[in-house]
């Protein structure tokens, strides 16, 4: 039995590996261009002048497209280091913040009611920690489909 279940996982390793390597090389916009219009001649029984027009136009686009996708790719870096500059930030108030609260609470609790206070506070943030990595686990987990 272990060997019939260790052929099958070998097996569908192997297909799984081959799949991967079926990608299809990266076109230029010239090259897509020609690609479709080739098609479109065939499709739409084209004569030579509109094929040339045809391709000039198709040539536009794909550039075009090109350059729109650059700029959205431009944009999704910067936002994303915009975020994580708002993410530091943020992060930074907040530890101002924790600071000047427990400036406060010093002020306000005894020396005793301070230390078990921060006792307290430390088992909270653990007991967040455990249920966040709890929920990673169970996210982790692949859900079974339901027929």
């Known amino acids: 039995m272990k060997k019939v279940v260790l052929a099958l996982l070998l097996m569908v390793g192997a297909v799984t590996f081959a799949q991967q390597g079926e990608r299809k090389p990266k076109l230029s916009p010239e090259e897509m261009a020609d690609k479709r219009v080739e ?3 065939s499709e739409l029984q084209l004569n030579e002048n509109q094929v040339a027009q045809l391709r000039d136009l198709t040539k536009k686009q794909m550039e075009t497209r090109k350059v729109f996708q650059e700029e ?3 944009k999704k870096e910067a936002a994303q280091r915009d975020r994580k500059e708002l993410m530091q930030q943020a992060k930074q108030r907040m530890d101002e913040e924790r600071k000047a609260n427990d400036e406060a ?6 020396e005793e009611q301070y230390k078990k ?3 307290i506070r430390e088992e909270k943030i653990e007991q967040a920690k455990e249920r966040k990595q709890e929920r990673k686990a169970e996210n982790r987990k692949p859900k079974m489909k339901k027929e």
């Open 72 to 74: 959205r790719k431009a």
């Open 105 to 110: 609470m010093k002020k306000i609790l005894t």
């Open 117 to 119: 206070w921060v006792s």
């Open 39 to 41: 098609k479109l001649k």
